[in-house]
């Protein structure tokens, strides 16, 4: 089941992004960041267990430039297509907020070009994109692929 993320939600969404973060498939956020951006967060709730077992972002950025992010999917239910879910719900939201530009900063471009995504160069987004960036610590040697569909 796909649903809005709640509070109670946090803690899991953090353990699964610090769960990747340490494979380094994924960059981590913050506890304190998790907890500000909460209302960007969709997850995916195994229907029998009750526990999160997928989570997305779609983090607005700019005048109509929106970001998914922090996409991650409990290792023991992948190939399940959760990931697919998430991400088309996160692009139907852009889509719903009116967003033109959307893009993911990402380690497995490929999933994302199932999606309508192209590569991009990273200095094509708003330097209002790099302030999460200064934190990071690949700053300044960013290795992800960034990558746009426009909507």
Not at 21 to 42: C, I, M, Q, T
């Amino acid at each position: 089941m796909i649903r809005k993320a709640v509070i109670d939600d946090i803690k899991a969404i953090h353990a699964l992004l610090q769960f990747y973060n340490v494979k380094g498939e994924l960059l981590a956020r913050p506890l304190s960041k998790l907890y500000d951006h909460l209302r960007d967060f969709w997850v995916y709730e195994d229907p029998e267990t009750k526990k999160v077992v997928g989570c997305c972002a779609l983090q607005f950025c700019w005048e109509h430039m929106a970001e998914i992010r922090s996409l991650a999917v409990v290792p023991e239910y992948t190939g399940q297509g959760i990931g697919s879910i998430l991400t088309e719900r996160a692009i139907q939201e852009a889509v719903y907020f009116k967003i033109k530009d959307l893009f993911t900063l990402t380690y497995r471009p490929s999933f994302f070009e199932h999606f309508g995504f192209s590569p991009i160069d990273k200095n094509d987004l708003p330097i209002k994109v790099w302030s999460d960036c200064i934190g990071c610590v690949s700053y300044p040697n960013c290795d992800e692929t960034a990558m746009l569909k426009q909507l």
